[in-house]
């Protein structure tokens, strides 16, 4: 089970070092700071809007899951400081892909 894998079954894991506990992003197998294994942590993880933006009718925004920032597509006008979650993603065409609500 990698975070590839599970992203492209559109499942959302935050890796996370077996040993140290620290968050590791990007998701590489080893932590960089101690090297243990990396597990992936399950959860609804909420995140934080840091900043959007707006091109052709669409927003778009970057959002914190702790450590861990994201750029995810949001259908309702976002504001700074939201509490979202991921309601889809995935991978198509080998581009990661993120929708918050």
Same mark, same amino acid.
């Given at each position: 089970?990698?975070?590839?894998?599970?992203?492209?079954?559109?499942?959302?894991?935050?890796?996370?070092? +077996?040993?140290?506990?620290?968050?590791?992003?990007?998701?590489?197998?080893?932590?960089?700071?101690?090297?243990?294994?990396? #597990?992936?942590?399950?959860?609804?993880?909420?995140?934080?809007? +840091?900043?959007?933006? #707006?091109?052709?009718?669409?927003?778009?925004?970057?959002?914190?899951?702790?450590?861990?920032?994201?750029? +995810?597509? &949001?259908?309702?006008?976002?504001?700074?400081? $939201?509490?979202?979650?991921?309601?889809?993603?995935? &991978?198509?065409?080998?581009?990661?892909?993120?929708?918050? $609500?």
């Amino acid at each position: 089970m990698t975070f590839e894998s599970e992203l492209a079954e559109g499942r959302f894991r935050i890796p996370e070092c +077996a040993s140290c506990k620290k968050t590791v992003w990007p998701p590489t197998p080893y932590c960089s700071r101690c090297l243990g294994p990396v #597990r992936l942590s399950d959860g609804d993880h909420t995140g934080t809007i +840091a900043e959007f933006s #707006r091109k052709d009718g669409e927003y778009f925004c970057m959002v914190e899951f702790g450590d861990v920032r994201i750029l +995810a597509g &949001i259908r309702d006008a976002p504001k700074v400081g $939201q509490k979202v979650g991921i309601c889809r993603c995935g &991978i198509s065409n080998g581009d990661y892909f993120f929708e918050v $609500q």
